[in-house]
């Protein structure tokens, strides 16, 4: 295996790309007692539309089948794997987002027995018209419970006025109608598309043996049968720069209203070459701006217009991204005004040089400490890998950052016709 040294904090990882395509992170830390796992797969809710493996023809599947699949992953012909896992002491899970679905699990015993349990499990599916159809009840139930929270309609509603016609727009769960129209072989065909080793990481971190859990990868893999690996074409429709709705309204029973304020990203800074920097970036504005301790949040709290810390989501992926500034507010429609005109002003008020170096030393000792967490090394890497992004670059093009680079890419990140506000309402004002 490859080593990897990781700048500044003097540890090191290892990687290989197998013969099957899958690549293997392993990062021993022998320090600490647990051992954490997480396999996933470049494939989330946005991938609706693609050519399946071994066919010319490309096809639009039900929203929400992505999420549908990671549940059923879990059921086999002989019981539910969940069993194996809390068998050992240890605890598993999954999670299905915009651009990945991942396995999980966290141990302090039997690593090896987990990580082989993890491969094979997800190596194998296992769906039936009849388990297929059970099923569809609970994911409907679960589906429901979103719907009847605000925050969760809030960050759906926001991206919904950015995005027109990207799939993103879509809830991660799809909807009750959608789920019902998904069969057990639309689930293979997702399966057999994007389940293919060479669209998969594996990442293990904790206290193993490296040696040994480096055989144990590359001996159950030989032992599997896979065809050759097959490059997969992703299709998300035509999207403008500019939002689709400036404004959007959602009435609900709620008695404090809630405001999200966002900036959709313009298609050309989400290419590579400028993808990481401008996560960088943006992520040291919104938080010079509007962290607890920014100067922005402090006002909106001496005019009434936060109730507590605001909600900071940052997203840029390959194919869409976006930044967004929410939270409880007794006065949304002010705090809406209020956070578009602050997010317009900065173009205006470069940074100051103190305030950039602030930033960059913060944003240092949280990509540190970090690594203190294992789920949080392994998920981040991931991550990156996924957008085809070695993770140390992160560290050096942080070093090389600049106050006019950060200047530069503000003034060229907001614009008017970018940003939508979204609230949250009670029914009552409708």
């Not at 997010?343 to 470069?350: A, E, H, M, V, W």
């Amino acid at each position: 295996m490859n080593k990897i040294e990781i700048p500044r904090i003097n540890e090191h990882m290892y990687h290989e790309t197998l013969e099957n395509g899958l690549d293997v992170f392993l990062y021993p830390k022998p320090e600490v007692e647990k051992t954490f796992a997480i396999f996933s797969t470049k494939y989330g809710s946005i991938d609706q539309t693609f050519t399946p493996i071994g066919e010319n023809e490309k096809v639009t599947v039900p929203d929400g089948i992505a999420h549908f699949l990671e549940h059923k992953m879990f059921e086999k012909e002989d019981g539910d794997v969940f069993q194996h896992f809390s068998g050992r002491g240890a605890s598993a899970n999954a999670f299905t987002s915009f651009t990945q679905t991942a396995y999980l699990f966290s141990s302090t015993t039997e690593e090896e027995k987990n990580v082989e349990t993890l491969l094979d499990f997800v190596q194998d599916p296992y769906f039936t018209e009849k388990t297929v159809e059970k099923e569809k009840g609970i994911i409907e139930q679960e589906i429901k419970m979103y719907d009847d929270q605000a925050d969760w309609r809030l960050f759906f509603g926001t991206i919904g006025s950015l995005y027109e016609n990207h799939p993103v727009r879509i809830d991660i769960a799809g909807t009750v109608e959608s789920i019902y129209e998904i069969t057990h072989e639309d689930l293979y065909t997702c399966y057999n598309t994007f389940y293919h080793p060479s669209n998969m990481s594996i990442f293990v971190i904790g206290n193993f043996d490296l040696d040994s859990m480096t055989d144990l990868i590359k001996n159950n893999q030989d032992n599997k049968t896979f065809d050759k690996p097959n490059g997969i074409d992703r299709f998300y429709g035509e999207e403008a720069d500019h939002v689709y709705k400036p404004v959007e309204k959602i009435y609900m029973p709620v008695t404090t209203p809630k405001c999200m304020v966002a900036v959709k990203e313009k298609k050309d800074q989400l290419k590579k070459d400028q993808l990481l920097k401008n996560d960088l970036i943006r992520d040291m504005i919104l938080d010079l701006y509007f962290s607890k301790s920014g100067s922005y949040y402090e006002k909106l709290y001496q005019e009434g217009l936060v109730i507590d810390k605001l909600r900071l989501e940052q997203y840029l992926e390959e194919s869409f991204g976006f930044a967004a500034i929410g939270g409880s507010t007794t006065k949304p429609e002010e705090f809406g005004d209020k956070v578009k005109e602050m997010l317009l002003s900065i173009k205006n008020d470069p940074i100051k040089q103190e305030e950039f170096e602030r930033a960059k030393k913060k944003k240092y000792g949280e990509l540190i400490r970090e690594f203190n967490e294992l789920e949080g090394t392994a998920n981040t890497i991931i991550h990156y890998h996924h957008l085809g992004i070695d993770y140390r670059e992160v560290f050096q093009v942080l070093e090389q950052l600049t106050l006019d680079d950060v200047n530069n890419a503000t003034h060229e990140w907001i614009a008017e016709d970018r940003i939508s506000i979204c609230m949250v309402l009670p029914e009552g004002e409708q």
